[in-house]
């Protein structure tokens, strides 16, 4: 069964849960930047959490079913239509041979999730085929590149009873409430104002912001540090360059780096975050790191559990 790729931009591409134990290589981590949805789009066709999905961001993206089957959207509502009839995000659907599903312009959020059944096809490079363009790795063919017109995304999974979330869970990602932050190793660096306005102020996202990093505009945070040693940079970590913007790294970002640190965002706050239009304004809280850990176990429960 497969679907053929009629319309793509260049940011569409194939994301599983990415590739882990192999930083030390210098290869980076990749994988779905809302992994919460992601999972959520698999969740809906019984499929194992991980399994490789489309990554759609901003939408300009068409298939073609070549086959009767069952897909499901998660993630930002990108005015989805199957054959001009609306598919809202957070549910699994039938779709028949000859039917066209477009992904338009977003409505809400960003980044949308395209599953089917078992996950898409790919190889495995590093047990992974998540696409990270700049290291030419993963993809339909390999290659690191995004999807393209002409492409055919192909599944061979046991098509499923269909599914459907709560519109709290689907909502949940698009919450008002701060960002949650782990301080780090260098939080002490900081000025007093510094670290009263990073919590205290209102940041807005840049336009310059990807899948390696996004980028945060407001007050100028000053710091004491004059030079450090690179040092690993997890999932989330808000690095401070000189000129004092706070940069949130994502999935694409490099291994090491040598810029001063506020801390990290928790897992559900980089969730969130890969959903912000730039232009949106978010704010940051502090959470103890044992609380962050407790609340992750029990959202990985609910996860696990469609609830």
């Given amino acids: 069964m497969s679907l053929l790729i009629e319309r793509s931009g260049a940011l569409a591409s194939l994301q599983d849960g990415g590739r882990f134990g192999v930083r030390h290589l210098g290869v980076t981590q990749g994988g779905a930047a809302d992994w919460l949805s992601q999972g959520w789009a698999n969740w809906l066709l019984g499929n194992p959490l991980h399994a490789a999905t489309v990554e759609i961001t901003l939408g300009n993206f068409t298939v073609l079913a070549e086959a009767d089957s069952c897909l499901a959207v998660c993630g930002a509502d990108l005015g989805a239509t ?134 945060l505009l407001g007050p100028v945070l000053r710091n004491s540090t004059r030079s450090m040693i690179s040092e690993a940079v997890p999932l989330g970590a808000i690095q401070v360059p000189p000129d004092g913007q706070p940069i949130v790294l994502l999935n694409d970002r490099q291994t090491i780096g040598g810029y001063p640190r506020l801390g990290a965002l928790t897992p559900l706050a980089v969730a969130r975050l890969a959903q912000c239009k730039p232009g949106a304004d978010v704010q940051l809280k502090p959470v103890a790191l044992e609380v962050a850990q407790r609340e992750h176990r029990k959202l990985l429960g609910n996860w696990q559990l469609g609830l």
Avoid at 151 to 158: A, K, V
Avoid at 178 to 194: K, N, Y
């Fill in 82 to 215: 199957l054959d001009g009839h609306p598919i809202a995000p957070g549910r699994s659907f039938i779709v028949r041979k000859g039917q066209q599903l477009v992904f338009n312009t977003p409505v809400k959020g960003v980044r949308a999730y395209l599953a089917a059944p078992g996950g898409f096809v790919a190889p495995q490079l590093l047990d992974s085929c998540a696409t990270v363009r700049r290291e030419s790795l993963g993809g339909l063919k390999g290659d690191g590149q995004p999807l393209a017109v002409g492409d055919r995304l192909s599944w061979d999974g046991e098509v499923a009873a269909p599914r459907e979330l709560t519109s709290e869970t689907c909502s949940a990602l698009f919450s008002d409430t701060p960002l949650t932050v782990v301080l780090g190793a260098q939080i002490g660096d900081f000025s007093g104002q510094s670290l009263f306005d990073v919590f205290n102020c209102t940041w807005t996202i840049d336009q310059r912001a990807d899948r390696m990093g996004i980028r």
